[in-house]
């Protein structure tokens, strides 16, 4: 399993220097080893809307955001998606947990399990699913898509495959 | 006091302050009565203005950063407060114009002719709270929290609600805004 610290330093080592979000069980160590670095800037915000705005102001103020959180958080922050990161093209990665996969997960997860993906195809905010193998190679292009494109991209991350 | 004289004054006290202005005749009137690079329209996401001038604050703390509020954004998104009042950006400066109505929308009223905002934001930790319910008021408290540390709060009470004039829309693609706020910022 990819050590929580490799991830975090792995998304550092590719220009990722704000860093806020919402907690999952998913992504806790990360998160942890987030706040406790003193290099970067971790923000614990108090909604996954919150954090796609206070990400937003970073990038214009000149940093690359990264938003960590649940993909419940997804329907939460949706219309800052549309309406503000979609239409003003403002860039940020969105590490989003994958509760709910294939329908094995508490029953408040299943639904936005099921749908995530398609969710964001609807949105049309690009998507990948990190798996063991594809870690480094991912975080590395999602800098190259999401300053590029100037919008943001989501990496889905499920159960075991970070520590 | 109304919108328009408001921003106005607020607008005349202005050097270089980055502002955030919330969605809707906030944003529309600050375009219209000055329209300045350092300006974010924000003409969507509704709630957003306090978190997205917070980002900007907390990296930017070499230059004062105004979140132009309303009271329909601020009950939408009262959960930005205590993270504002919890990070401490001292370059902070978070004005709300209270008329107690969605008046972009035809003055179909908030909650906030009830519900204290200014009492919000003291327990939010703000270091500094104000409000305000005239024009002198409002001038010495503006001038005041321009040039002191924050986080402040000014809570601007507007009584004119029956103004409801045409107003034009922000011409600017949000791109262009964007694009605008970022060389100014940067």
């Known amino acids: ?163 | 006091m109304n919108y328009r004289e408001t921003i106005t004054a607020i607008t005349e006290l202005l050097q270089d302050q980055l502002v955030v202005c919330a969605n809707g005749l906030i944003s529309r009137e600050a375009f219209t009565i000055r329209d300045r690079a350092e300006n974010f329209y924000m003409i969507g996401s509704m709630g957003l203005a306090s978190s997205i001038g917070l980002g900007v604050a907390l990296n930017k703390p070499s230059r004062k950063v105004i979140i132009l509020d309303g009271d329909g954004n601020l009950l939408m998104n009262l959960g930005s407060l205590p993270m504002i009042g919890f990070l401490q950006p001292k370059n902070l400066l978070h004005i709300v114009l209270d008329n107690e109505v969605y008046a972009s929308t035809g003055n179909q009223p908030t909650i906030s002719n009830v519900i204290e905002l200014e009492e919000i934001a003291k327990s939010a930790k703000y270091t500094y709270v104000k409000k305000v319910t005239t024009n002198e008021d409002m001038r010495r408290e503006v001038a005041y929290t321009l040039e002191n540390d924050g986080p402040s709060f000014l809570l601007v009470k507007i009584s004119d609600k029956a103004e409801q004039r045409e107003i034009g829309r922000v011409t600017h693609s949000p791109e262009e805004i964007k694009e605008r706020f970022m060389s100014a910022v940067n």
């Not at chain 1, 915000?45 to 990400?55: L, S, T, Y």
């Not at chain 1, 239409?87 to 997860?109: M, N, Q, S």
């Not at chain 1, 999401?146 to 991209?153: G, Q, R, S, Y």
Request: aromatic share 8%; proline share 5%; net charge negative.
């Open chain 1, 1 to 163: 399993m990819f050590k929580s610290e490799d991830f975090a330093q792995e998304l550092i080592n590719n220009g990722y220097d704000f860093f806020t979000g919402v907690p999952c069980t998913i992504i806790g160590n990360l998160i942890t080893n987030l706040t406790e670095r003193s290099d970067i800037t971790y923000i614990p915000a108090v909604r996954e809307d919150v954090a796609v705005g206070v990400a937003s102001g970073a990038y214009m103020a000149g940093r690359i955001p990264a938003v960590l959180m649940q993909n419940s958080g997804l329907g939460q922050c949706l219309n800052a998606l549309t309406s503000l990161n979609l239409i003003y093209k403002l860039p940020c990665l969105l590490i989003v947990t994958w509760r709910g996969f294939e329908g094995k997960d508490a029953p408040e997860h299943l639904v936005m399990g099921r749908i995530c993906e398609k969710l964001l195809d609807t949105v049309g905010i690009p998507h990948h699913t990190f798996n063991p193998d594809n870690i480094k190679v991912l975080i590395n292009m999602s800098y190259k898509l999401i300053t590029e494109n100037k919008a943001p991209l989501a990496l889905f991350l499920k159960k075991g495959i970070i520590d």
